[in-house]
């Protein structure tokens, strides 16, 4: 190697020495150091385009460098910017809904046991036990990179598979349903219930990464599989509504992916139509009849359509300011309370805290839809739509029922309503939270295109 070859190399040395400073300095103003690797290839990418434009004018290498990196501008400066754009954001709005549901449902479930029934603090304890689990199960998945839920997707399917597959054998009947698996402590899971929230999430894992690819036949018949494995055994447990719940869910996930809307729609009708024989050619306990008690409640109102009727008393009789903690109604009712919290609310605090819940309800609802379109990874974006469609079902079914007029369903009020169910509906908001907590640090190289970052900078005039 001669004298002018050594200068050459020393010199392209201390040029690369010097990009590598400038974008320490950067990315040290910059916390979430997940993007640290992609701002360095977009910034270092631009920084040699503009030292090889210098080098074709005659700078030598180290001049071109700093010249590149004087009209970069301050990196301190740049990377506070940097910042700014690509860091975590917490949703606080969403996060103070959810805590004060959870209030709502700590005071309804409070008067409930002392001022209702007098049984002292026992349902209140065993609620405040399962919300302080839903938070901490809600914390852990805000933090939770969600993007792990990939790697563990067939796992994550095959187990809840196998616990739908096992629970009806070892499961004690109630009302021909066998969804519950029992744990030590007297702890119980919904296996049905868990299914509804974590398999679409499974799913999604396995096929999200093949359908970035591109849309083709063989996918559409995996994520049908996929689908249609869980709902035969739902099927087998007997759980209809949980099964409906998931069937709609799956229709919606399907049709956001593939944006077929009108094959998704015409499967819908054919499901649906399908469902409805099955369920009245083969349905052992009446729940068909009790469905439909709904458009017959004045000819039935001491048979099915019993607790249709109670609710729509308790709902004319209230007024705007409630009863009170001092209501006479029958036991059958009373005793249901919290199935039905929604109810109990307006019975107790009246039309204008029903009113007031409602508008909450619809923020609630529409603040979780804002959320999609400003998640751009792919997988991120069916998380959101997945745990928003679920919550968004179940909590308008739980606030229609207290008009009376629609069927009642074993559907728990989210949040609110008594039931372990509370940890789940926690643990998926959290989930939610934290793929908007990290809508702006996923990896720039996957979810933007390579001029996304220069293109947010503006750089100071020379």
């Known amino acids: 190697m001669n004298l002018k070859e050594a200068k050459e190399q020393g010199k392209q040395k201390e040029k690369k020495e010097q990009i590598q400073i400038y974008l320490d300095r950067i990315c040290g103003q910059v916390k979430a150091s997940e993007v640290h690797n992609d701002l360095r ?16 004018e005659g700078f030598s290498p180290v001049e071109a460098a700093t010249y590149a990196i004087e009209q970069m501008g301050d990196p301190a400066d740049l990377g506070k910017r940097m910042h700014k754009i690509h860091r975590h954001r917490m949703h606080w709005g969403l996060l103070s809904g959810v805590v004060g549901m959870a209030l709502i449902g700590m005071v309804l479930t409070w008067i409930y046991t002392n001022s ?9 304890s065993v609620h405040l036990l399962y919300t302080s689990m839903g938070m901490l199960a809600m914390l852990f998945c805000l933090f939770f990179d969600y993007r792990k839920w990939i790697k ?5 399917y095959i187990l809840m598979n196998v616990l739908l597959w096992i629970t009806p054998m070892i499961a004690d009947s109630y009302g021909g349903m ?19 929230w974590i398999l679409p999430l499974a799913i999604g894992g396995i096929v999200i990464p093949h359908f970035r690819s591109g849309l083709n036949v063989r996918m559409i018949f995996t994520y049908i599989a996929l689908v249609a494995l869980p709902m035969v055994l739902i099927y087998q447990i007997s759980d209809w509504v949980r099964l409906l719940l998931f069937g709609c869910i799956s229709l919606l996930l399907f049709g956001w992916i593939t944006r077929k809307w009108l094959y998704t729609l015409i499967t819908a009708c054919f499901c649906g139509a399908a469902a409805s024989l099955l369920l009245l050619m083969t349905d052992q306990y009446s729940r068909f009849e009790r469905l439909s008690a709904v458009f017959n409640l004045d000819q ?33 009712l009373k005793y249901l309370y919290l199935s039905y919290p929604g109810v109990m609310l307006i019975d107790v605090f009246g039309w204008s805290a029903c009113a007031l819940f409602f508008v909450g309800i619809v923020w ?27 919550l968004a079902l179940q909590l308008i079914y739980s606030v229609a ?14 949040f609110i309503g008594y039931g ?22 996923v990896s720039l190289s996957r979810n933007y295109n390579r001029t996304h970052t220069v293109q947010s900078l503006t750089l100071p005039e020379r």
Not at 44 to 55: A, C, F, R, Y
Not at 116 to 124: C, N, P, R, V, W
């Open 116 to 124: 209702l029934l007098g049984l002292g603090y026992e349902y209140s």
């Open 152 to 156: 563990s997707a067939w796992w994550v």
């Open 178 to 196: 066998n969804r519950f698996f029992s744990l030590p402590y007297g702890f119980t899971i919904d296996v049905t219930t868990a299914a509804l």
């Open 364 to 390: 609630f609802v529409s603040t979780l839809f804002k959320i999609l379109p400003r998640v751009q990874d792919k997988f991120g974006s069916f998380v959101v739509l997945s745990v928003t469609v679920t």
């Open 300 to 332: 039935d109102s001491k048979g099915m359509g019993f607790m249709n009727n109670a609710i729509i008393d308790i709902v004319k009789t209230a007024g705007w300011w409630g009863n009170g903690t001092d209501i006479a109604i029958g036991s059958t």
């Open 41 to 56: 290839e977009e910034l270092g990418n631009h920084l040699e385009e503009m030292i090889h434009d210098k080098e074709q």
């Open 420 to 441: 372990s169910h509370v940890i789940l509906e926690y643990a998926m908001i959290g989930l939610l939270i934290g793929v908007y907590r990290r809508k702006d640090t």
């Open 401 to 414: 029922i207290i008009t009376g007029m629609v069927p009642i369903m074993s559907i728990k009020f989210p």
